[in-house]
């Protein structure tokens, strides 16, 4: 049986215990968004939680898991139903108060792990910002970013990175619930703009999901396996369990 301190299952009298040894706490941070016809909207929030629970316990009695923030920054969806979108300065305030909280009780490390894409230009934002004005050392990390090399050896797709063969191998071996396996589809891509604001292009910019994509994905949800899954996870896993102790 795995042990963690996950602060949502716990009484007040069991976190007063685990804090004498707690010293991060884990901030599970996702998004509800569309996610092609394959996949659940909480898919990321989910992924975040599950990812967040597994490194509590790489990193027992030194973590603690907090509640996870379900929703991010998603404006490039929102024209796909069921969306919610946080402005960048909601989730600012939502960390300020949760960090704020836990350092009441005595922690003063946080690592924020982050399974959507558009939270991260948010999370630096926010760690510039924070870390002086509350005096604690914040970190943040995508889920499995880390472990990009396995991606590039596994993943066939050029252009990947939502509810595609990465992202649903992951689900596949993390939360399968998650997943149509009966509707699996491969990216719709159509042309525009977007291809000339890509990340390494000259210009970067904002643009809508379906300006790049009709159905919402990337990649090739089909050719996704949670064996695929279970390697990218695993190896991010051990990579930043072992980042987090270097930095304790």
Not at 45 to 54: F, N, Q, S
Not at 91 to 104: E, P, V, W
Not at 173 to 189: C, G, M
């Amino acid at each position: 049986m795995t042990t963690a301190y996950v602060l949502t299952r716990m009484t007040w009298p069991e976190v007063k215990e685990a804090l004498e040894t707690v010293r991060i706490a884990i901030i599970p941070l996702g998004a509800h968004e569309q996610h092609g016809p394959h996949m659940a909207e909480s898919c990321d929030a989910v992924l975040a939680e599950e990812m967040g629970k597994r490194l509590a316990e790489k990193l027992y009695p030194d973590a603690i898991m907090t509640p996870t923030i379900n929703m991010g920054v998603s404006p490039h969806h929102i024209h796909f139903p069921g969306t919610i979108s946080l402005e960048p300065t909601t989730l600012i305030a939502i960390l300020r108060d949760m960090i704020k909280s836990l350092k009441q009780h005595g922690i003063g490390k946080f690592l924020i792990l982050n399974s959507h894409g558009g939270n991260q230009a948010t999370l630096g934002v926010a760690v510039d910002m924070l870390t002086p004005e509350l005096g604690v050392d914040i970190f943040y990390a995508k889920t499995t970013a880390s472990a990009k090399d396995v991606m590039d050896r596994r993943i066939e797709s050029k252009l990947y990175g939502h509810s595609c063969d990465r992202e649903v191998s992951e689900a596949l071996y993390l939360a399968p619930h998650l997943v149509r396996t009966d509707k699996l589809e491969k990216a719709d891509f159509q042309e525009g703009r977007w291809r000339k604001l890509r990340p390494g292009n000259p210009l970067q910019g904002f643009y809508y999901y379906e300006e790049m994509t009709r159905n919402g994905c990337l990649g090739d949800a089909t050719k996704a396996s949670a064996d695929i899954g279970k390697e990218i996870v695993e190896t991010a896993l051990e990579r930043l369990a072992k980042a987090v102790r270097e930095v304790l």
